[in-house]
Nanobody, 120 residues
Framework: VQLVETGGGLVQPGGSLRLSCAASKSFESIVAMGWYRQVLGNQRELVARFATAGTTNYADSLKLRFTISRDDAKNTVYLHMNRLKPEDTVVYYC???????????????WGQGTQVTVPS
């Protein structure tokens, strides 16, 4: 699965951004998609994840401001970020979990990352 992210950039505090992640294949074999973020030198932290079976998870600290959504027709997942703060200045990575129909092994794929910058 190839993932292409768009939508990062510079936004003023309190503003909004929408990140997009387009997958190279349909969601039929994908069991989950979502977003992590990573400050340089730190571990990646989960932002939001939805399972195609229907469950959605958010980081507790972000769930009031961030929303994940999907467009199955476009094989695309979105991250809607509102009331952005300087501490949201990180690189955001899209991911997809695909289960092999032959082995049952779960493979994880990553996008290239997109930078979001909120100046202080």
């Amino acid at each position: 699965v190839q993932l292409v992210e768009t939508g990062g950039g510079l936004v003023q505090p309190g503003g909004s951004l929408r990140l997009s992640c387009a997958a190279s294949k349909s969601f039929e074999s994908i069991v989950a998609m979502g977003w992590y973020r990573q400050v340089l030198g730190n571990q990646r932290e989960l932002v939001a994840r939805f399972a195609t079976a229907g469950t959605t998870n958010y980081a507790d600290s972000l769930k009031l401001r961030f929303t994940i959504s999907r467009d199955d027709a476009k094989n695309t997942v979105y991250l809607h970020m509102n009331r952005l703060k300087p501490e949201d200045t990180v690189v955001y990575y899209c991911f997809a979990e695909e289960e092999s129909p032959y082995t049952g092994v779960l493979n994880v794929y990553w996008g290239q990352g997109t930078q979001v910058t909120v100046p202080s």
